[in-house]
């Protein structure tokens, strides 16, 4: 087997929480709908493929396209009171905004491999889903070898964009194809090549996050420590990762 070349992976990610500190607001529907246009970038048009109620007909197909464990799909399961499914990082930015206005808490959803319903789940009482389906761009870069991958990508797509550009290129993670890349190294990231290069998530040598306020910041914005607190453990709950950047080695048969 030639050796595999090194490729840095960037991501659009983000933990699985943004928790409110108080108890939602009294709104309706509209408020919130109104809330998502005040970010510059989103557009009335948009909203009907970005913005779902429950009584909107695209809103169960949606909650059910990648929801792994049928036990959150029972009658007795909290269902959130909507769903916002991002095209862009500006999408992202308006879910928090808005949800932190009504102190609403915002659970993320990527590949839908949650097991104990930390996207579906919520006793505290109406949440918003952010499903991160639509949010999969990929886009390799052999000469640079990188590659900057949306947190809705599965690990198979992303395997397949870097085959389809090298032969020589890899990164390290998982085997279940399905499983979305967000979570996956959020979760630290375990794969077979991980007693070489360790975790998925040990490679990651940049990211950016969006703040309760929803800036946007990169490693050098955010400090050392709290990239750290990302990168070294996990899926800091009190920020918002939006963008990972990491580097595997050289390896070889």
């Keep these: 087997m030639a050796p595999i070349g090194s490729i840095i992976f960037a991501l659009f990610s983000l933990p699985f929480l943004v928790a409110s500190q108080d108890?939602?607001?009294?709104?309706?529907d509209d408020q919130f709908y109104e809330c998502l246009l005040h970010e510059p970038t989103?557009?009335?048009?948009?909203?009907?493929?970005?913005?779902?109620?429950?009584?909107?007909?695209?809103?169960?197909?949606?909650?059910?396209?990648?929801?792994?464990?049928?036990r959150f799909n029972s009658s007795d399961a909290s269902k959130p009171r909507y769903i916002i499914t991002p095209h862009n990082s500006d999408h992202i930015r308006g879910?928090?905004?808005?949800?932190k206005r009504f102190n609403l808490d915002l659970r993320v959803r990527s590949g839908g491999h949650d097991y104990e319903g930390l996207s579906y789940l919520d006793r505290r009482?109406?949440?918003?889903?952010?499903?991160?389906?639509?949010?999969?761009?990929?886009?390799?870069?052999?000469?640079?070898?990188?590659?900057?991958?949306?947190?809705?990508?599965?690990?198979?797509?992303?395997?397949?964009?870097?085959?389809?550009?090298?032969g020589t290129l890899a990164f390290p993670s998982g085997l279940c194809r399905s499983v979305g890349v967000g979570g996956h190294i959020s979760g630290g990231?375990?794969?077979?090549?991980?007693?070489?290069?360790?975790?998925?998530?040990?490679?990651?040598?940049?990211?950016?996050?969006?703040?309760?306020?929803?800036?946007l910041l990169d490693r050098k914005g955010m400090g050392e420590d709290v990239f750290l607190g990302h990168t070294r453990r996990w899926g800091c709950k009190?920020?918002?990762?939006?963008?990972?950047?990491?580097?595997?080695?050289?390896?070889?048969?």
Excluded: H
């Excluded at 879910?95 to 949800?99: D, L, W």
């Design 23 to 28: 108890q939602p607001l009294s709104w309706d």
């Design 125 to 166: 009482g109406p949440f918003v889903l952010l499903d991160l389906g639509q949010f999969r761009k990929i886009d390799v870069n052999v000469t640079d070898k990188t590659a900057w991958v949306e947190a809705g990508a599965s690990l198979g797509e992303v395997y397949y964009n870097i085959a389809n550009k090298s």
């Design 189 to 215: 990231g375990q794969g077979t090549l991980m007693r070489k290069y360790g975790l998925a998530a040990d490679n990651v040598i940049d990211a950016l996050i969006v703040k309760a306020n929803s800036t």
């Design 42 to 70: 989103i557009f009335p048009r948009q909203l009907g493929s970005l913005f779902y109620t429950q009584s909107a007909q695209s809103y169960w197909p949606i909650l059910q396209s990648t929801l792994r464990n049928r």
């Design 238 to 253: 009190f920020w918002r990762r939006c963008l990972m950047e990491t580097q595997i080695s050289p390896c070889s048969s």
């Design 95 to 99: 879910a928090v905004m808005c949800s």
